[in-house]
């Protein structure tokens, strides 16, 4: 890199976001501003319109529409790490599969979300877990301990569900 240039960074707190951060962002977006299929963004809702799942993960990484989210804007990275980490939490569901040999067109996150018998409340439903999911299998052996030892001071054992809500509440 030239020393005149300066690198592109997120300022903030905005630096910090996890996949996690970004799959509930666009679970919350879908249950503010509505949940579609077939397209990105429904051309009727203005700054904020409905959204499918790949649509509401731009507008949470991004902040604002984006015509391809995962590939264009300053939101690009932490977009395509949730797409990513949705993929990737669907295929280990066996939720989607990719093609065969034979096939090279794989049923995605963007099939997943069109499907016929999908539901706005089973996307955003799925958004949460893959987040919950991320937090789970991404926590720091600091952060388990620091859960642990709270628990067995208050005599109760560490569970997955109390982690999650320990972390949520942090």
Request: include cysteine; glycine fraction near 8%; hydrophobic fraction near 35%.
């Amino acid at each position: 890199m030239n020393p005149t240039q300066k690198p592109t960074t997120t300022p903030g707190a905005l630096a910090d976001l996890t996949p996690a951060d970004t799959l509930r962002c666009a679970a919350r977006y879908l249950e503010i501003h509505g949940w579609i299929k077939g397209t990105y963004y429904s051309n009727q809702g203005g700054t904020f319109p409905p959204a499918c799942a790949v649509g509401a993960i731009g507008m949470a990484a991004h902040g604002r529409l984006i015509t391809i989210p995962a590939e264009r804007g300053p939101g690009a990275r932490d977009c395509a790490r949730a797409l990513d980490y949705l993929t990737d939490y669907l295929t280990d569901l066996g939720v989607i599969a990719y093609g065969d040999d034979w096939s090279t067109t794989p049923v995605d996150t963007f099939g997943w979300n069109d499907r016929d018998d999908q539901t706005a409340e089973q996307v955003i439903t799925t958004l949460r877990a893959a987040a919950d999911h991320y937090d789970w299998t991404h926590a720091t052996a600091e952060q388990l301990e620091t859960y642990a030892e709270r628990e067995y001071a208050n005599d109760s054992l560490p569970t997955r569900e109390g982690f999650l809500a320990w972390l949520g509440a942090r």
